[in-house]
């Protein structure tokens, strides 16, 4: 199976990772969470080559991730913003930063902390169960058949 074919498997990861599958895409998405929304501004805050910079943000765009605004009226320039679809990335974001913060720390802690402005704790991201509260992990879950792969079983598509 080829790369570009991933994201036609009956499989929510294969899908997802046909779009945000790639180290830069990950990066792009991080500094749109932190408010940067100007191609200049991305290139600067990640050292990305302008190329890979707009493959990244047009894919992005494509796939409702992003959304390109225009910003500037005599020359058309353009921001970037997440989308609904985009701001549902982020516990995907928070899940990574917490098992970096976990294994990949060198034993100085965690470079950046997250306070919950509700609350107004720090806090660490978790998973927990929409039904119990309680946190989840990979013993304690079972992956069962859903209507989305029986539906392609039925309809013939490859899977």
């Known amino acids: 199976m080829k ?3 991933v994201g036609e498997q009956p499989c929510s990861i294969a899908r ?4 945000i599958g790639d180290r830069w895409t990950l990066m792009v998405l991080r500094s749109a969470f932190l408010g940067i929304r100007r191609f200049d501004d991305f290139q600067a805050s990640l050292g990305v080559t302008r190329h890979v910079l707009a493959e990244r943000l047009k894919r992005l765009v494509e796939a409702d ?3 390109k605004v225009p910003y500037q009226g005599r020359q058309e320039r353009f921001e970037y913003r997440l989308t609904e ?3 549902d990335l982020y516990p995907v974001l928070l899940a990574l930063v917490n098992w970096g913060d976990k294994w990949l720390d060198g034993g100085m802690g965690p470079p950046v902390q997250y306070r919950h ?3 107004g ?4 991201p978790t998973m927990v169960c929409s039904e119990c ?4 992990n990979a ?4 992956p069962v058949a859903g209507p989305g792969l029986m539906g392609m079983a039925e309809s013939g598509k490859p899977g």
């Open 3 to 5: 790369w570009q074919d």
């Open 16 to 19: 997802s990772l046909a779009i």
């Open 65 to 67: 991730v992003l959304q």
């Open 85 to 87: 679809k985009g701001r």
């Open 117 to 119: 402005n509700t609350c």
């Open 121 to 124: 704790h720090m806090f660490t």
């Open 133 to 136: 509260g309680e946190a989840v």
């Open 139 to 142: 013993r304690e879950v079972m």
